[in-house]
C-alpha cells in the first residue's frame, strides 16, 4: 500500500508558475510510473505528466514545454513544475502511481489549481 499526499495548489494569474508536490509513504520509484493528471470542472480526469521507472518523462501536448515532472528519490517525493500557466490549466490536480509490475493504482487525494485571467 502506498499513501500520496499532494500540495503546492492556489491561485495564480496566467503566466505566473506554481510547483506541486506528491509525496509517497515509500520509495516505489523503481519499481513503478508516477504520474500526474487533473480534472477540470464538468470534465472528464486527463492525463498530464508522467516519470517512468527509468527516468523517461511523458507529457500531454498542451502542456509541453511549460511543465516538467522530476522525482526525488531521497524524499520520495514527485513534483510538477508549472510554467506559464493558463486559465485552461485550472483543476484538481492529483498525483497516481502505478507498480509497473503489478499494475496496482494508487491515487493522492487532489490539489486545486486556479489560474486567472
Known amino acids: 500500500q502506498v499513501q500520496l499526499v499532494e500540495s503546492g495548489g492556489g491561485l495564480v494569474q496566467a503566466g505566473g508558475s506554481l510547483r506541486l508536490s506528491c509525496a509517497a509513504s515509500?520509495?516505489?520509484?523503481?519499481?513503478?510510473?508516477q504520474g500526474w493528471y487533473r480534472q477540470a470542472p464538468g470534465k472528464q480526469r486527463e492525463f498530464v505528466a508522467s516519470i517512468i521507472s527509468n527516468g523517461k518523462t511523458n507529457y500531454v501536448d498542451s502542456v509541453k514545454g511549460r511543465f516538467t515532472i522530476s522525482r526525488d528519490s531521497a524524499t520520495n517525493t514527485v513534483y510538477l513544475q508549472m510554467n506559464s500557466l493558463k486559465p485552461e490549466d485550472t483543476g484538481v490536480y492529483y498525483c497516481?502511481?502505478?507498480?509497473?509490475?503489478?499494475?496496482?493504482?494508487?491515487w493522492g487525494q487532489g490539489t486545486q489549481v486556479t489560474v486567472s485571467s
Open positions: 497516481n502511481s502505478a507498480e509497473e509490475r503489478t499494475g496496482r493504482v494508487y
Open positions: 515509500r520509495n516505489i520509484f523503481s519499481i513503478a510510473t
